[in-house]
């Protein structure tokens, strides 16, 4: 009856949304409660006993809650395992293909689930049952659905056998590639590459022949489509079909009439240029190459830019000393400032990447002169761009060069009017310290460590807090103890709660680095300090401050000297001060010896338990529990 | 930082809005180092970039002043000239030669305008030239890359003040009586309009005002473009929906194609129906609904007007895409639909109603009030009012548990009373039905209060009988 049932609703011109919400709420009642009922009967097979949930599911019918659909389609495994193979292929499939028209949400859980359904339809032998669904769902407007089906295609395809790929893969992906609308062409150029190294060179010869097509297309969606997958289609074709076919493709995609499309063929053309002799590049590749770098569209340059390092890889030393070398230059002079900062991210790797014999030569001559002019650009981005990676180059470029060349440069970075730039140096000081050590820079770098530390925006405080325990490392505990521990008592008494936190946590790794006496000597009293302030909230910083050092600190300090100024606090008139020191107690509990424990700590909290606050009492009485004092 | 520099001539001059960028703006640095820098590359546009070497303009002879056998061949000079670009960023750059070529521009503007007979053969390719040449370039990076039409200032376009002028010039030209198409349609190809086309992706809203006339202009007199035009309008908007979901000129070619709409003719053929179900249905999914959905709302109506048949892929198009979160957009959905309502045929009406009033239920039960009083607005349209008596034996069992829960619970007190006229509307309507389906809701809900679970059985079975039993009629 379930069969009929399904094929009743299936023939009829019942309203395909009653129909999938049909199935829909069908599904839903077997992947949750009645799924064990349901399998059972089903194992009884048939008769009128079935008749129950298709009853509710009839109910339910009326339910046009996508929520519920959905939950039933990401159950859809369960489903076909109950229905078995047979039936899934038999019932289930046929009826799923019919009913693409939902809500995009749906189909794309319906997408994504059949990609893994091989099993559930009895195999690769019978995994062909799977692409009318797909296929359908290939051709959806919906962008996400779309490649979801297509990449759920992509792995199916992998378990069809050779000759079930040539009888119902590449008929689909044919189908595809002619539709009339462009989605089902778009989805088409994802599925070339799969199915073209497992063919025979007939069908061989159609895909590269519908490929071509599709390059041509009418519109840009599709070219855009192809575009984006001609470097994979390459990767799968013979040398020679790269040579006399992608090429010819790749060079017409560069000079498409819309710049997406032409942005595109820059990907592609790192897969092309890594696949050719090194002999063919310059014939067939660089021509495109150079007219992409100066092309009129700030998208395209912004492409190459983006894509420097892999271009570079792909055409090889040769190449790059001639033709890359200026192109970068220009690149890094561009006239846009997203192009600009494109190219200023890939200063280093560029440098890297340069053949070592004459790297220094080239460095120093052809881009040093461009990163000089880039540290006073007039755009933030493009500045930040160059400051997160120029120290980068001082191990490139040895001790010397880096300070007579660079220092100068990372120097006026340091001052520079953009907090984020002045982050990014400081973030990758580690880089300079290696090269002369990070005391050459320890002048002009502590003014720019200031005012970041006094930064209006919270947000750039937050950050340089974070870089603290890195910095304090490489200058050292004199260095700091001079200039830097003020600082970093100042964070804790911010009027941002972020900021007192991170300053909390900062203060814990500065004493795992500096070790507990050091602790003993410099931090603790001026922390224990503010226990007395007017301020509550300073109040509570003590405590935070307590929780987080008490075991970087040990167990003596702890107990003589912080455990009795937090069990002092616990007279405070403030309830939130109150609470905190049961929560501080339980923290710092575990570093105490029992003897304090049971003969200090016990009956403070023991008190609070009383206290006529109930969230003192709540966390009193947590922390009695949690330490067993009770 | 560049205001300082700007000459004080005009306020509205667009150079003011040089602004800085965002990011700047808040954080209180001190700006002078930035004036420093090299400004004149900095925003400067992708277009000047290509002018290999600045040339030097001289002043030419003054049109008007031309003996009429010199006429054409100053007149050809002068848009030469115009060809010439300038640094608009750095305002203080050439301010002779932009003075020149302004001048020269004003002057072809006004004698395209009002001389007769200057429009002749040769002088077509050479203004598509100048026209080509100031219009056409790449636009740059949105200064703002979070750039939301609605909050934020547009980015202005620093050359505007030649830049007007030449699209006034391309105005003039087009609108000039001797304008003749066959002759323009060999500079006004499919590469100049698809270029013509990127530029309304342009921040600066003049700019896309002026596009707007002129593309009109273009589809009204260069027959042979039309069908590329809209395929093209086509491309931009698909490219819009489902993969950049930017584009500034949506609005714009929307409003083109309201009027491109309303000449279509009939019956309507399968490009433009198709036109309507993939393309513009879509378009309600946009998060910028809000800025081109007057413009939008008058395609589609356009279209009903048109061929009453669409009717019914519309109403279920908007239901597919019925805002599920953003009640601004709700709210817009809805005023669509009065709109569309306004002008439906009773005969499609009965098509459409019950889906339309279940989720008109919905909305009247929705907590945000400005989306239940703009569904409810409807019963005070006497048009819909009149649909609604007609088709009351459906309409109100859809909606009645809506209304009486809503009229009980509702927090919004207009809400509220705004029900208590719909509700006596009804009752005014069909006391007979409104009466029955206030026995039944109030049966419902004592069941439901006694025993759901016996209630939700029986209905169960209920149902499943009576589709048993329907099944057996249709086989």
């Known amino acids: 009856i379930v069969l009929n049932l399904i094929n009743y609703k299936y023939s009829s011109r019942v309203g395909t949304s009653r129909r999938h919400a049909f199935l829909y709420i069908y599904m839903e009642q077997i992947g949750s409660n009645f799924h064990l009922t349901l399998v059972s009967k089903m194992a009884g097979a048939d008769g009128d006993d079935s008749l129950y949930p298709i009853a509710v599911l009839i109910d339910e019918l009326r339910n046009e809650d996508v929520q519920l659909r959905l939950n039933s389609i990401k159950k859809l495994s369960t489903?076909?395992?109950?229905?078995?193979?047979?039936?899934?292929?038999?019932?289930?499939?046929?009826?799923?293909?019919?009913?693409?028209?939902?809500?995009?949400?749906?189909?794309?859980?319906?997408?994504?689930?059949?990609?893994?359904?091989?099993?559930?339809?009895?195999?690769?032998?019978?995994?062909?049952?799977?692409?009318?669904?797909?296929?359908?769902?290939?051709?959806?407007?919906?962008?996400?659905?779309?490649?979801?089906?297509?990449?759920?295609?992509?792995?199916?395809?992998?378990?069809?056998?050779?000759?079930?790929?040539?009888?119902?893969?590449?008929?689909?992906?044919?189908?595809?590639?002619?539709?009339?609308?462009?989605?089902?062409?778009?989805?088409?150029?994802?599925?070339?590459?799969?199915?073209?190294?497992?063919?025979?060179?007939?069908?061989?010869?159609?895909?590269?022949?519908?490929?071509?097509?599709?390059?041509?297309?009418?519109?840009?969606?599709?070219?855009?489509?192809?575009?984006?997958?001609?470097?994979?289609?390459?990767?799968?074709?013979?040398?020679?079909?790269?040579?006399?076919?992608?090429?010819?493709?790749?060079?017409?995609?560069?000079?498409?009439?819309?710049?997406?499309?032409?942005?595109?063929?820059?990907?592609?053309?790192?897969?092309?240029?890594?696949?050719?002799?090194?002999?063919?590049?310059?014939?067939?590749?660089?021509?495109?190459?150079?007219?992409?770098?100066?092309?009129?569209?700030?998208?395209?340059?912004?492409?190459?830019?983006?894509?420097?390092?892999?271009?570079?890889?792909?055409?090889?030393?040769?190449?790059?000393?001639?033709?890359?070398?200026?192109?970068?230059?220009?690149?890094?002079?561009?006239?846009?400032?997203?192009?600009?900062?494109?190219?200023?991210?890939?200063?280093?790797?560029?440098?890297?990447?340069l053949p070592e014999d004459n790297r220094e030569q080239i460095i120093m001559t052809h881009i040093l002169p461009c990163v000089k002019e880039l540290v006073s650009d007039t755009n933030q981005h493009v500045k930040s761009a160059l400051a997160s990676v120029i120290m980068g180059l001082s191990t490139i470029l040895g001790k010397d060069n880096t300070i007579e060349h660079l220092l100068p440069l990372f120097l006026a970075q340091l001052k520079d009017e953009c907090p984020e730039v002045r982050l990014n140096i400081i973030s990758n000081l580690d880089c300079v310290n290696e090269v002369i050590g990070i005391r050459q820079l320890s002048q002009s770098l502590l003014p720019a460590i200031v005012e970041l530390a006094e930064d209006a925006k919270w947000r750039v405080r937050l950050a340089i807090i974070e870089y603290m325990p890195l910095l304090a490392g490489?200058?050292?505990?004199?260095?700091?103890?001079?200039?830097?521990?003020?600082?970093?008592?100042?964070?804790?008494?911010?009027?941002?709660?972020?900021?007192?936190?991170?300053?909390?946590?900062?203060?814990?790794?500065?004493?795992?680095?500096?070790?507990?006496?050091?602790?003993?000597?410099?931090?603790?009293?001026?922390?224990?300090g503010m226990a007395n302030d007017p301020n509550y909230l300073h109040r509570m910083t003590t405590l935070f401050c307590i929780n987080a050092l008490s075991e970087a600190c040990g167990q003596d300090i702890t107990t003589k000297q912080m455990l009795p100024v937090v069990l002092k606090m616990s007279n405070d008139q403030v309830a939130n001060v109150r609470f905190n020191v049961a929560k501080s107690l339980q923290k710092i509990g575990p570093v105490l010896d029992s003897n304090a424990l049971q003969t200090e700590v016990k009956p403070v909290l023991e008190k609070l338990a009383t206290d006529t606050d109930m969230d003192v009492k709540y966390f009193a009485q947590e922390a009695i529990s949690v330490l067993a004092l009770a | 930082m560049e205001t300082t520099k700007l000459p004080p001539t005009s306020p509205s001059s667009p150079t003011t809005s040089f602004s800085v960028p965002s990011a700047e703006k808040v954080d209180g640095f001190p700006r002078r180092s930035m004036r420093r820098a090299r400004q004149r590359r900095s925003h400067s546009s992708s277009q000047f970039r290509y002018q290999s070497s600045q040339v030097e303009l001289t002043p030419l002879p003054l049109l008007k002043d031309a003996p009429v056998a010199e006429l054409h061949d100053l007149f050809c000079k002068k848009l030469q000239q115009c060809c010439v670009l300038f640094d608009f960023l750095d305002c203080v750059a050439d301010l002779k030669g932009k003075e020149i070529k302004r001048a020269a521009l004003n002057e072809l503007v006004e004698s395209v305008a009002t001389s007769r007979g200057v429009l002749i053969e040769p002088l077509y390719p050479e203004a598509i030239k100048m026209i080509s040449v100031n219009i056409f370039r790449t636009l740059p990076p949105s200064e703002n890359p979070e750039f939301d039409p609605e909050e934020d200032e547009p980015t202005l376009e620093a050359s505007w003040p030649h830049l007007q002028l030449v699209y006034e010039f391309f105005l003039r030209f087009l609108e000039s009586p001797d304008f003749q198409p066959s002759m323009a349609k060999r500079y006004v190809d499919q590469k100049f309009v698809l270029q013509l086309l990127e530029l309304f992706d342009s921040e600066d809203p003049r700019e896309r005002e002026y596009l707007k006339t002129i593309l009109h202009r273009v589809y009204g007199k260069l027959l042979g473009l039309r069908a590329y035009i809209r395929k093209q309008i086509n491309n931009i908007f698909l490219r819009f929906i489902y993969e950049t979901e930017h584009f500034n000129g949506v609005a714009e070619l929307l409003e083109i194609l309201g009027s491109i709409i309303n000449g279509f003719a009939l019956p309507l053929k399968a490009e433009h129906k198709q036109f309507l179900v993939r393309v513009l249905i879509p378009l309600h999914t946009a998060k910028s609904l809000s800025i081109f959905h007057a413009q939008l709302a008058y395609c589609v109506v356009q279209f009903m007007e048109k061929d009453a048949t669409v009717t019914e892929y519309i109403i279920r198009g908007l239901l597919k895409y019925w805002p599920k979160t953003c009640t601004q957009k709700e709210v817009m959905f809805l005023g669509e639909i009065e709109e569309i309502l306004d002008v439906i045929e009773p005969s499609q009406f009965i098509r459409v109603q019950e889906p339309l009033f279940k989720q008109i239920?919905?909305?009247?039960?929705?907590?945000?009030?400005?989306?239940?009083?703009?569904?409810?607005?409807?019963?005070?349209?006497?048009?819909?009012?009149?649909?609604?008596?007609?088709?009351?034996?459906?309409?109100?069992?859809?909606?009645?548990?809506?209304?009486?829960?809503?009229?009980?619970?509702?927090?919004?007190?207009?809400?509220?009373?705004?029900?208590?006229?719909?509700?006596?509307?009804?009752?005014?309507?069909?006391?007979?039905?409104?009466?029955?389906?206030?026995?039944?809701?109030?049966?419902?809900?004592?069941?439901?209060?006694?025993?759901?679970?016996?209630?939700?059985?029986?209905?169960?079975?209920?149902?499943?009988?009576?589709?048993?039993?329907?099944?057996?009629?249709?086989?």
Not at chain 1, 493 to 517: P, Q, S, W
């Open chain 1, 79 to 353: 489903i076909a395992l109950a229905l078995g193979v047979e039936r899934t292929r038999t019932e289930l499939l046929p009826f799923l293909t019919d009913t693409i028209y939902d809500e995009d949400e749906v189909l794309l859980a319906l997408a994504e689930q059949l990609g893994n359904f091989t099993m559930l339809v009895g195999g690769p032998e019978y995994v062909h049952c799977l692409l009318p669904p797909l296929e359908s769902l290939a051709t959806v407007e919906e962008t996400v659905v779309r490649d979801k089906a297509v990449e759920s295609l992509r792995k199916i395809s992998q378990e069809h056998s050779p000759v079930d790929l040539e009888v119902h893969f590449e008929p689909l992906v044919k189908r595809l590639a002619s539709g009339d609308w462009f989605t089902s062409r778009t989805s088409a150029c994802g599925l070339f590459s799969v199915c073209y190294p497992r063919v025979s060179s007939t069908v061989k010869a159609e895909i590269r022949q519908h490929f071509r097509t599709l390059c041509s297309d009418d519109t840009p969606m599709v070219r855009r489509a192809a575009a984006s997958k001609l470097g994979e289609f390459a990767k799968v074709l013979e040398l020679d079909y790269v040579k006399s076919d992608i090429i010819s493709l790749f060079t017409a995609l560069a000079s498409d009439e819309q710049d997406s499309v032409r942005l595109l063929a820059v990907e592609a053309c790192v897969s092309i240029a890594t696949l050719l002799p090194q002999e063919d590049l310059e014939t067939l590749v660089m021509p495109t190459l150079r007219q992409a770098a100066e092309d009129k569209s700030w998208r395209v340059r912004y492409m190459v830019a983006d894509k420097f390092s892999e271009l570079q890889k792909a055409v090889g030393p040769e190449i790059t000393k001639n033709d890359l070398v200026p192109a970068f230059q220009n690149l890094l002079k561009d006239c846009e400032a997203e192009v600009r900062a494109a190219a200023a991210n890939k200063v280093k790797e560029f440098c890297e990447n």
């Open chain 1, 474 to 528: 490489q200058l050292g505990v004199e260095f700091f103890d001079e200039k830097l521990n003020t600082l970093c008592m100042a964070w804790l008494i911010d009027h941002v709660y972020a900021i007192r936190e991170a300053a909390t946590c900062n203060l814990m790794k500065l004493v795992e680095k500096f070790g507990a006496e050091w602790a003993q000597n410099t931090i603790v009293p001026k922390v224990l």
């Open chain 2, 361 to 475: 239920a919905a909305c009247i039960s929705s907590p945000h009030f400005q989306v239940a009083e703009r569904a409810l607005y409807f019963w005070n349209n006497e048009y819909i009012l009149s649909l609604i008596e007609e088709n009351c034996q459906v309409i109100l069992p859809l909606v009645f548990a809506t209304l009486y829960r809503v009229s009980k619970e509702h927090w919004n007190q207009t809400i509220v009373s705004l029900i208590y006229n719909v509700l006596k509307t009804f009752m005014e309507m069909n006391s007979k039905l409104f009466d029955d389906l206030t026995a039944s809701y109030k049966v419902e809900k004592q069941n439901w209060s006694q025993g759901v679970v016996n209630f939700r059985i029986r209905l169960i079975y209920l149902h499943g009988v009576s589709c048993l039993i329907k099944m057996c009629r249709y086989h």
